[in-house]
Nanobody, 120 residues
Framework: QVQLVESGGGLVQPGGSLRLSCAAF????????MGWYRQAPGKERELVAR???????NYADSVKGRFTISRDNAKNTVYLQMNSLKSEDTAVYYC??????????????WGQGTLVTVSS
């Protein structure tokens, strides 16, 4: 059983910053990649940022230069630093992890979501 626990969402004014955290708990053999997705009202869930175990990152074009993903491997935690926030960043943000619970069992885990609202 693996759980992803997110924190850090909230209300922020345009131009402000927030940092999201997501920690993975449970029986974890290794983590292949962790990332963040978001879903705005009436829209499909989309990738925001992703970080592999090898250190490769990819970002949605809409957040490049404003958001930074990072990871603390010792804590099985991924962070999303969000700067220069815009109203269009308003969404529920979901943590995602592709990980191995044993040497041969892969699972794709999701967090419960944390709401980010950018508004004056």
């Amino acid at each position: 059983q693996v759980q992803l626990v997110e924190s850090g969402g909230g209300l922020v004014q345009p131009g402000g910053s927030l940092r999201l955290s997501c920690a993975a708990f449970g029986i974890i053999f290794s983590i292949n990649a962790m990332g963040w997705y978001r879903q705005a009202p009436g829209k499909e869930r989309e990738l925001v940022a992703r970080l592999t175990s090898g250190g490769s990152t990819n970002y949605a074009d809409s957040v490049k230069g404003r958001f930074t993903i990072s990871r603390d491997n010792a804590k099985n935690t991924v962070y999303l630093q969000m700067n220069s926030l815009k109203s269009e960043d308003t969404a529920v943000y979901y943590c995602n992890a592709g990980l191995m619970t044993t040497a041969s069992r892969y699972i794709n885990a999701w967090g419960q979501g944390t709401l980010v609202t950018v508004s004056s």
